[in-house]
């Protein structure tokens, strides 16, 4: 059977478990297994090389020990185990030799647990998905790596479709090219304040070791220069499972916290990064009290603002920063206009793709934007270009992704600018002039109007489902002054 196969069947059983509710948890559920079983064949790699190599596990918790049997626990027996034996000690797991001073990869583990979850209620059925995982994979072989690394993109982009859990990841052409045009060195710092499941991260190890490693102290190098940051405990578990399948050996860099709520002033000088590629969560709202750790002039509930201002911050003077924003950002005003008039004094915003609509589907329809910047001199000209879609596609979908090939366009302008019906060059006094609103139109195409009868139809009928709602809203205002009167 193949990887893929096998991963399907592990869901489809994972399916009839009453504890199992939705793709989110599935997927949950699935990675804290795969990554015992991936860090165990890690671990036997590292035995091989290393005699002298010591576990951070107790004996009892290695997967080879209590889950790769067939034969082995199963039912009440088994979920005893997971639940009141397994998750607590790797949830509080400290160093076998040191005591309470956990090593770099026990610190990994624990953090990985802190929050993970074992949602499934029938140890017969989790005997079955656990005899399916040491049967499909095997770390150790490097074709089978290889198609796991693929498996495991595709089981993030199945994120897209589990509810707002979508926000966890970012469509890989956009990730690849941002990457490519910030073009981290070897031994620069590379950052993803709120990471997700390490996208930025994973495409910014494959960059550098295509283009720059060269001997294995190049490849130690690299493993010491990548920073993420998540809030969130799947995404932060998934991450750092990405991390390991990529060959991240110890992924002690990738920390279970909220950049947000640490004071912006407590950043200091050794903070500092060369480079930082992002997709902050955009549209949502930080809880009371965030917005105090950043100046008066800043302070906002936004997600996306609060870490557009920290990104600034934790750029060294010559950093180079690539980030995702929506077009709420770029046309608004009150604070969102102080962040824009910060970042085109202190830093040169160069350039400003603009996506069309669907990138993000079916997550979000919001048309959004890559920001490209590089900290410590102000802005003279923003370029903008206007990411067309390809020829003959109207809307991208699950069946019709964006590709990277659709970004050879820019790269190709990118190293020499001209004006072209896709770019445009707009200065600082203009924007200024326009109270630092960056929702610059293409000048080189006029006021397009669709005629295309199925969007027009679905415009009304948009049109007339908010009519309702408004209706339906003021029939319960009226009705509540009334009742009140």
């Given at each position: ?99 309470h001073t956990p090593t770099p990869v026990a610190f990994v583990i624990r953090s990985v647990f802190e929050d993970a979850y074992n949602y499934m209620k029938s140890g017969q059925l989790l005997r079955q998905v656990l005899n399916k ?353």
């Amino acid at each position: 059977m193949s990887l893929s196969a096998s991963i399907k069947s592990i869901q489809d059983t994972m399916r009839k478990d009453v504890g199992v509710d939705g793709d989110a948890q599935r997927i949950g559920q699935l990675v804290w297994m795969l990554f015992l079983k991936i860090f165990d064949d890690r671990e036997q790699e590292w035995e091989l090389l290393d005699d002298g190599y010591r576990s951070p596990l107790p004996e009892t918790y290695r997967w080879r020990n209590w889950a790769a049997d067939p034969e082995g626990m199963t039912g009440e027996e088994l979920m005893s185990f997971v639940d009141n034996e397994l998750f607590p000690a790797l949830q509080s797991l400290t160093d076998p030799v040191r005591g309470h001073t956990p090593t770099p990869v026990a610190f990994v583990i624990r953090s990985v647990f802190e929050d993970a979850y074992n949602y499934m209620k029938s140890g017969q059925l989790l005997r079955q998905v656990l005899n399916k995982i040491q049967a499909a994979v095997d770390f150790n072989r490097a074709q089978e790596r290889h198609a796991f690394g693929d498996m495991y993109e595709q089981l993030l982009r199945d994120l897209q479709n589990a509810g707002n859990a979508g926000e966890f990841y970012t469509p890989r052409p956009v990730t690849e090219f941002m990457v490519r045009m910030v073009d981290p060195q070897l031994d620069e710092k590379v950052m993803d304040p709120a990471c997700g499941t390490g996208g930025f991260l994973t495409c910014t190890i494959e960059h550098k070791r295509g283009r720059y490693v060269k001997t294995p102290q190049d490849e130690q190098v690299l493993q010491a220069s990548l920073y993420g940051v998540e809030k969130k405990p799947l995404p932060h578990l998934l991450a750092t499972t990405n991390m390991i399948l990529h060959g991240i050996e110890v992924p002690s860099q990738i920390r279970h916290d909220n950049t947000l709520a640490r004071p912006l002033i407590s950043w200091g000088p050794k903070d500092r990064v060369a480079c930082i590629v992002a997709n902050p969560p955009f549209g949502g709202m930080e809880e009371d009290g965030i917005e105090t750790n950043f100046p008066a002039a800043f302070r906002t509930r936004e997600t996306a603002d609060l870490f557009l201002v920290l990104i600034m911050h934790l750029l060294k003077d010559g950093g180079r920063a690539a980030v995702v924003l929506p077009d709420g950002f770029l046309f608004g005003e009150g604070i969102k206009s102080r962040i824009k008039e910060k970042l085109l004094t202190e830093c040169d915003l160069h350039t400003v793709v603009r996506l069309p609509n669907g990138v993000f589907n079916p997550y979000t329809g919001i048309k959004t934007n890559l920001l490209f910047f590089t900290k410590g001199r102000p802005t003279t000209d923003v370029w903008f270009y206007e990411h067309p879609y390809p020829v003959g596609v109207k809307n991208y979908s699950k069946t019709r992704p964006m590709r990277i090939e659709e970004f050879a366009a820019e790269e190709a302008w990118w190293s020499d600018r001209q004006e072209t019906p896709m770019a445009w060059k707009v200065s600082l006094d203009e924007i200024r002039a326009r109270n630092w609103n960056l929702d610059c139109k293409n000048p080189h195409v006029g006021e397009q109007e669709s005629h295309d009868p199925d969007e027009l139809l679905a415009q009304y009928r948009q049109m007339q489902a908010e009519i309702a709602a408004l209706q339906e809203q003021l029939k319960a205002a009226l009705s509540g002054a009334l009742d009140g009167h």
